[in-house]
């Protein structure tokens, strides 16, 4: 069952990077790419192409939650970047190709949307018990900010066409959010 589940996810894998700009997918096109019948998803695995997006989610994001909650959001506030750094970007990786389609092409225009709302709200749940930011915002503006900031830099750099190992990377993403983006524009 599982193995016919990852046919169903690679075969939409597939199909969006055949169009990048294709917003939505029918059963029908995605039994077909995967070689089965629509009546065998319908039956035995997903109802919907919505569910194949949520089984999506739920597969790249459960582990990444996890140590999201229990070894970041339990860093003090100062050490949350090192924390995403060492704990979350190797976990990202390992999920790099499907993730570099859904960064790359509008087929799961949803997957920001979900990863924003789920961990800024973490965010501003852990925050509210440390003391104040230090940003003109309030806070829970800063953190939605920080959060869609996370994002865009892990988004970019999943994009490339080889990214970087995580290794390397975090040193590149620690440099991201502490400087300023007027700092890059200074040569």
């Not at 960064?103 to 501003?124: F, H, Q």
């Amino acid at each position: 069952m599982r193995e016919t589940r990852e046919m169903i996810i690679n075969a939409v894998m597939r199909l969006a990077l055949k169009d990048r700009h294709q917003e939505q997918l029918t059963l029908t096109e995605i039994a077909l790419e995967a070689g089965i019948s629509r009546q065998a998803i319908y039956q035995k695995h997903f109802k919907s192409v919505t569910e194949i997006f949520e089984y999506i989610h739920l597969t790249i994001d459960e582990q990444i939650w996890q140590v999201f909650e229990q070894k970041v959001l339990t860093l003090p506030p100062n050490k949350l970047y090192q924390g995403i750094a060492e704990q979350i970007l190797p976990l990202i990786y390992q999920h790099r190709e499907w993730l570099k389609v859904l960064y790359g092409t509008n087929i799961d225009l949803k997957w920001r949307k979900y990863l924003y709302e789920k961990y800024s709200t973490a965010a501003i749940m852990y925050l509210k018990n440390q003391p104040g930011l230090n940003s003109p915002l309030s806070q829970e503006k800063t953190v939605k900010i920080l959060t869609d900031h996370i994002i865009a830099i892990i988004s970019a750099w999943l994009s490339d066409e080889v990214p970087l190992h995580p290794t390397q990377f975090s040193q590149v993403f620690l440099e991201m959010m502490v400087r300023s983006p007027e700092s890059f524009l200074r040569g």
